[in-house]
């Protein structure tokens, strides 16, 4: 960059680097990048790396990114979360609860998961884990059960490492159905016309599962799904995702 661009590489240049090896696997180099940058390392740079130590199974390199994380941002629940998240795929679940009893003992609360959209002039919110009426509902059985039935004929199959409960599978998958933003598109699939798009908003990042969920109940509807959460704007059709699943 400086010697053909003229170009100084700033915090935002070695962020992007940092996430791009990351992504593509190369966790130990984008560390390296990390370690010799000439200015200190923001949170936002050493979250991404623990995401990508998430996505590839960088246990050990995680925990230290983790420890970092947590002097630098002791408030920040989604590193702990995420840390957790890393611990229950590897079925640490001794670990998991160390980590719940330390944000307990720091007064860190995991942030609910809300999701929202707008139907006409209304605004209609819903939470994780809640909805109990509307998803008792025959309407909502019925519109559930022809998108699963369809769904598993296409291959879905659910993924529960994101569940931090050392509980069983069939828990696991009641768990995520819950999902906020998986509510509000039912409820959007039931009251909106036929093709028209759907656009949700969500305060967490989407999970790997309802991401998964999300790319079957477009091919399936047939419906243009958009989604935007805490890194981007998801863009479901046809069985895809505009962020080629990298988020």
Same mark, same amino acid.
């Given at each position: 960059?400086? @010697?053909?661009?003229?170009?100084?590489?700033? /915090? #935002?240049?070695?962020?992007?680097?940092?996430? /791009?090896?990351? %992504?593509?696997? *190369?966790?130990?180099?984008?560390? #390296?990048?990390?370690?010799?940058?000439?200015?200190?390392?923001?949170? @936002?740079?050493?979250?991404?790396?623990?995401?990508?130590?998430?996505?590839?199974?960088?246990?050990?390199?995680?925990?230290?990114?983790?420890k970092k994380l947590f002097e630098i941002e002791?408030?920040?629940?989604?590193?702990?979360?995420?840390?957790?998240?890393?611990?229950?795929?590897?079925?640490?679940?001794?670990?998991?609860?160390?980590? *719940?009893?330390?944000?307990?003992?720091?007064?860190?609360?995991?942030?609910?998961?809300?999701?929202?959209?707008?139907?006409?002039? %209304?605004? &209609?919110?819903?939470?994780?884990?809640?909805?109990?009426?509307?998803?008792?509902?025959?309407?909502?059985?019925?519109?559930?059960? #022809?998108?699963?039935?369809?769904? #598993?004929?296409?291959?879905?199959?659910?993924?529960?490492?994101?569940?931090? &409960?050392?509980?069983?599978?069939?828990?696991?998958?009641?768990?995520?159905?819950? &999902? @906020?933003? *998986?509510?509000?598109?039912?409820?959007?699939?039931? &009251?909106?016309?036929?093709?028209?798009?759907?656009?949700?908003?969500?305060?967490?990042?989407?999970?790997?599962?309802?991401?998964?969920?999300?790319?079957?109940?477009?091919?399936?509807?047939?419906?243009?799904?958009?989604? *935007?959460?805490?890194?981007?704007?998801?863009?479901?059709?046809?069985?895809?995702?505009?962020c080629n699943d990298f988020w």
């Amino acid at each position: 960059m400086r @010697s053909e661009f003229r170009i100084n590489p700033n /915090l #935002e240049h070695y962020a992007c680097l940092v996430d /791009l090896l990351g %992504r593509a696997g *190369r966790v130990e180099d984008a560390l #390296e990048v990390v370690k010799k940058m000439p200015m200190k390392p923001s949170g @936002s740079i050493w979250g991404s790396l623990l995401n990508s130590c998430r996505l590839h199974g960088y246990l050990s390199i995680a925990e230290a990114i983790a420890k970092k994380l947590f002097e630098i941002e002791p408030t920040n629940a989604g590193n702990y979360v995420m840390l957790s998240n890393i611990y229950a795929n590897a079925g640490m679940w001794d670990e998991v609860k160390l980590i *719940r009893e330390l944000m307990e003992k720091r007064g860190i609360k995991k942030q609910a998961g809300c999701s929202w959209l707008q139907i006409k002039d %209304r605004i &209609h919110n819903f939470v994780t884990g809640g909805g109990f009426e509307f998803r008792n509902s025959d309407v909502y059985r019925r519109v559930w059960d #022809e998108l699963i039935k369809e769904m #598993e004929r296409l291959g879905y199959k659910p993924d529960t490492r994101d569940v931090l &409960h050392d509980i069983d599978e069939a828990m696991k998958v009641e768990w995520v159905c819950g &999902h @906020s933003e *998986r509510l509000a598109t039912v409820f959007a699939l039931i &009251h909106t016309g036929y093709g028209l798009p759907i656009r949700i908003t969500t305060n967490l990042r989407v999970c790997g599962d309802c991401h998964t969920w999300m790319k079957y109940v477009s091919e399936v509807s047939r419906r243009k799904i958009i989604v *935007r959460d805490t890194n981007r704007f998801h863009h479901f059709e046809n069985g895809k995702c505009s962020c080629n699943d990298f988020w």
